[in-house]
């Protein structure tokens, strides 16, 4: 018997090398190539199943990191633009199957009767194009538990206007949002920190959101930041005191919104260009206010 395990032993290790090989490769790849991710990884996630509460998820059409304990995503990153947007129909909400065994996947009936959307991070309007990629964002792990008035006024003005930029202006977006804190305001006023019915979601404090916002488009957009690239942040109340204006919660600058949550965005850029910039809220004009 021990000869007959070493025999296949010694034939099954050429096999299993180049095996291992091209999936390390391939993992490398997916990090590398990843344009949700050009300008960092703001709470340098990884795909460890260890990393429960920072589990880096890298998606065909966002990347996020993922929080076994909220049931929520700590933020979630993408790329805006002009071929990302279409008339792709809404599709259903449905759990995350690619989460590693052993986590949570969140329901949509977790949220049914909360008093709370299920409002989306990654918006599907920002990925229209096709029906796949429109259905690609109603997975739970890219949404929140999000008041309605934020989901459907300021919160949904300020998707918007980034799609119009990106429409009109022929901009390239680099977006990445999440939630922070925990106690929002759920449609009958009432302040709850968690829903849930058969998993626990936490409900959050706030929304934030921070925009770069770049000409055009090209093969390296790092190096196309400088010193007049603009930043948009936001941090909003996740309650119905929210109105239609997302502006009203544009006072603040990226450098705000890392305080706060103690990530660290577009660090790809070289600092001596980006942290400038990330100390200044927007001011822009912006048309109709």
């Known amino acids: 018997m021990a000869d007959i395990r070493t025999k296949w032993g010694r034939h099954r290790l050429p096999l299993l090398i180049p095996l291992l090989i091209l999936l390390s490769m391939g993992a490398a790849a997916a990090g590398a190539d990843s344009p949700h991710l050009t300008m960092g990884n703001p709470s340098n996630a990884t795909p460890k199943t260890r990393d429960r509460d920072n589990y880096l998820m890298e998606k065909p059409y966002f990347a996020l990191s993922y929080n076994n304990r909220k049931g929520t995503p700590n933020w ?30 969140i329901l949509p009936a977790d949220y049914t009767g909360s008093g709370f959307d299920r409002g989306h991070m990654c918006p599907h309007e920002d990925r229209s194009a096709t029906t796949e990629m429109s259905e690609a964002t109603f997975v739970m792990s890219n949404i929140i538990p999000q008041a309605k008035n934020v989901n459907e006024k300021a919160w949904a003005q300020l998707e918007k206007y980034c799609r119009d930029l990106v429409k009109y202006q022929k901009k390239t977006l680099y977006i ?30 706030v929304c934030w959101k921070v925009i770069m916002v770049l000409d055009g488009g090209g093969d390296d957009d790092i190096a196309r930041v400088n010193g007049r690239t603009r930043l948009i ?21 990226v450098k705000d919104v890392e305080n706060l949550t103690g990530y660290k965005f577009f660090d790809k850029v070289p600092a001596t260009i980006v942290d400038p910039l990330k100390q200044k809220p927007d001011a822009a004009p912006i048309r109709g206010h």
């Open 76 to 105: 979630v990153s993408w790329r805006l633009t002009a071929a990302d947007l279409g008339r792709a129909p809404r599709y259903s909400f449905y759990p995350d199957q690619t989460l590693p065994d052993g986590f949570t996947r």
């Open 233 to 253: 942040a936001v941090i909003m109340p996740n309650d119905e005191t929210v109105g239609e204006d997302w502006t009203r919660y544009r006072n603040h600058s």
């Open 176 to 205: 990445i949002c999440g939630p922070f804190g925990a106690g929002g305001q759920d449609a009958t006023g009432m302040k709850r920190k968690t829903i849930g019915r058969r998993h626990t979601v936490e409900v959050p404090a």
